[in-house]
């Protein structure tokens, strides 16, 4: 493992890190686990929203907070600790229905409100029902995967964007980071083979008693539009 994220807000910035917890289904602790909604409930995105990417969130879990930092603000600080109290809702990701819970007082909603210039809340995802397109209604669902699109973790290999890479070079564009991918891991691989070397993906613990842990690729993520922007300016590039 070559690059380790974790994107506690759904469309922001993410947090590089070390070492992280990984719950059993895969997910890393606190990965997508929360996503600012507009008016209508539904997640708000970086595509329509490129100055999401400056909003910089950062977990600490030993304080259990979240310190929240954008350009020409002073910084926001949340309680990560059970809120049972706030209300909970349906939010729309990508046309999916899940449970949320708005999180955090009116200073936070003003606080996201003001930077993006439209009003919003922040909320955090809640286990429970969750609706797919094409059903009348919310059922149980074994989601447990947070304001992600698909599944629990993304991974990439440094193989894969070097390969990328290559292409965009020979047509005369620009080069990409793995973070335009917004993935969880990268992995380094020396492969030179065509295809890329992830299908299966096998990690050792720190603790020898908890033996290894393995991945199984279970699909192709088919990255949108979201990928085409600057993880750093929020500005769309061209690739």
Partial sequence: VSELYIFPIKSCAGQRVKR?????????????????VDSSGTAMRLQRYPQM???TPV???????????APGLPDLELSLLDESSKPNGVIRVCGEKCGGQLWGD???SEWFSDYLGV???????MDGRYQRPGQSSAEPQP???????EEAL????????AKLNRALTSRGEGEVETRHFRPNVVIRSSSTEDDDPTETVK?????????????RKVSECARCSMVDFDPRTGLKGNT
């Fill in 20 to 36: 992280w917890n990984m719950m059993p289904n895969g997910r890393l602790r606190f990965d997508r686990e929360f996503a600012l």
């Fill in 53 to 55: 990417t400056k909003i």
């Fill in 59 to 69: 977990i600490d879990e030993v304080t259990m907070t979240m310190r929240v930092s």
């Fill in 106 to 108: 009116f200073d936070a």
């Fill in 119 to 125: 009003e919003c809340w922040l909320a955090r995802y």
């Fill in 143 to 149: 989601r447990q995967i947070g304001f992600s699109n």
């Fill in 154 to 161: 993304l991974l990439i290999s440094d193989y894969a964007v």
């Fill in 203 to 215: 990690f050792k613990f720190l603790k020898p008693e908890s033996g290894d842990y393995s991945l």
